[in-house]
Antibody, heavy 116, light 112 residues
C-alpha cells in the first residue's frame, strides 16, 4: 500500500523559512517523479514543484510564482522528498500536499500558516 | 501557462441524475509522446484530492464506471451517469502535459 506522510508545517512569521518533508513507502520511490501541490484556505489547487528521478538527473521544475523562494529535493535512500520555502509571505499560507507523478496518490497534507 | 477553464463553478444534482463538467485548455494537451495528460480529481470535504481519471478517459481502479472522461486536444468532459451521495465534493481537472502543471478552478458538486 502506498503511504505518503508530510511533516514540518506550522506557524511561521513573514520572512521566515520552513522545510517540509514527505516520507513515502509502498512503491519504488527511485522510479518516480515527485511533486508538491498547495491549497490556500478555501481556494483551489496550485502546483508548486516537481523533482524527477535519477534517470532524469533529478531535474527540478517550479511554479513561477514561487521560483527563487522554493527548493525541492529528494533523498532516494530515505524515499523522501523535501520542500524548502524561504521569504515566506501571508499568501503562502496553505495546505501543502506531496503527490507522486501521475497524481493518483496524495498525502494528507501539512498546514503552513504565515502570520506575525 | 496553460489556462484550464472549468465549468460550471457549481452543480446541484439530484441522486440518480446525470452530471457533466467541462474543462477547456488554452492550448493542446497532446504531449510529444502523443499522449494527452489530462486528469480528473475529486476532493471530498476535508480530504486530500483523489484521482478518478487519467489520460483523458482511463478510470482509476476502484472508481465506479458511473464516471467517464472524454475529449481531445483542448476540450474535455467528465460525466457522472447517475450521481450518488458519495459523489459530493469539488472536482478538478489537471493538465500534466506542459509546465507549469495547471488545475482547473474546480466545480463544486452538491446533492439536491
Amino acid at each position: 500500500e502506498v503511504q505518503i506522510l508530510e511533516t514540518g508545517g506550522g506557524l511561521v512569521k513573514p520572512g521566515g523559512s520552513l522545510r517540509l518533508s514527505c516520507a513515502t513507502s509502498g512503491f519504488n520511490f527511485n522510479d518516480y517523479f515527485m511533486n508538491w501541490v498547495r491549497q490556500a484556505p478555501g481556494k483551489g489547487l496550485e502546483w508548486v514543484a516537481q523533482i524527477r528521478n535519477k534517470n532524469y538527473n533529478y531535474a527540478t521544475y517550479y511554479a513561477e510564482s514561487l521560483e527563487g523562494r522554493v527548493t525541492i529535493s529528494r533523498d532516494d535512500s530515505k524515499s523522501s522528498v523535501y520542500l524548502q520555502v524561504s521569504s515566506l509571505r501571508a499568501e503562502d499560507t496553505a495546505i501543502y500536499y506531496c503527490t507522486i507523478y501521475g497524481y493518483k496518490h496524495w498525502g494528507q497534507g501539512v498546514m503552513v500558516t504565515v502570520s506575525s | 501557462d496553460v489556462v484550464m477553464t472549468q465549468t460550471p463553478v457549481s452543480l446541484s444534482v439530484a441522486i440518480g441524475q446525470p452530471a457533466s463538467i467541462s474543462c477547456k485548455s488554452s492550448q493542446s494537451l497532446v504531449g510529444t509522446s502523443g499522449k494527452t495528460y489530462l486528469n480528473w480529481l475529486l476532493q471530498r470535504p476535508g480530504q486530500s484530492p483523489k484521482r478518478l481519471i487519467y489520460l483523458v478517459s482511463k478510470l482509476d481502479s476502484g472508481i465506479p464506471d458511473r464516471f467517464s472522461g472524454s475529449g481531445s486536444e483542448t476540450d474535455f468532459t467528465l460525466k457522472i451517469s447517475r450521481v450518488e451521495a458519495d459523489d459530493l465534493g469539488v472536482y478538478y481537472c489537471l493538465q500534466g502535459t506542459h509546465f507549469p502543471l495547471t488545475f482547473g478552478s474546480g466545480t463544486k458538486l452538491e446533492i439536491k
